[in-house]
C-alpha cells in the first residue's frame, strides 16, 4: 500500500522555524515531482513548493520564496520542507504529494498520492 505520511508540524512563534518531513512506503518515489501543498480554514488548497525528479529543479510560490527550502533523498524516499521565518499567515495544513514527472506541478489535481496532512501553527 503506497502511502505518504507528513511530520514535523507544530505550533511556533512568527520569525521561528520548522522542518516537516513526508515518508514514502509502498513504492518508490524516485522519479516523481514530489510537492508541498496547504490549506487553511476555509480556502482552497494551494501550492507551495515542488521538486522535480532529478533534485535540481525547485519552483515556489511567491509567498514562500526566500523562506522555505524543499529538498529530497531519495536513498530514504523523503522529502523535507524547511520552513523559516514563518509568519501567522503560514498557519496551515501542510500536505506532501507525488505526481508523474511533467507539468502542472501548482495543480493539486495532477498528483496521484496525497499524505493526510500536518497543522502548522504560527502565532503572532
Known amino acids: 500500500q503506497v502511502q505518504l505520511v507528513e511530520s514535523g508540524g507544530g505550533l511556533v512563534q512568527a520569525g521561528g522555524s520548522l522542518r516537516l518531513s513526508c515518508a514514502a512506503s509502498g513504492r518508490t518515489f524516485s522519479n516523481n515531482d514530489m510537492g508541498w501543498f496547504r490549506q487553511a480554514p476555509g480556502k482552497e488548497r494551494e501550492f507551495v513548493a515542488v521538486i522535480r525528479w532529478s533534485s535540481t529543479t525547485t519552483y515556489y510560490a511567491d509567498s514562500v520564496k526566500g523562506r522555505f527550502t524543499i529538498s529530497r533523498d531519495n536513498a530514504k524516499n523523503t522529502v523535507y520542507l524547511q520552513m523559516n521565518s514563518l509568519k501567522p499567515e503560514d498557519t496551515a495544513v501542510y500536505y506532501c504529494?507525488?505526481?508523474?514527472?511533467?507539468?502542472?506541478?501548482?495543480?493539486?489535481?495532477?498528483?496521484?498520492?496525497w499524505g493526510q496532512g500536518t497543522q502548522v501553527t504560527v502565532s503572532s
Open positions: 504529494a507525488a505526481k508523474p514527472v511533467g507539468p502542472s506541478w501548482a495543480t493539486p489535481g495532477a498528483y496521484d498520492y
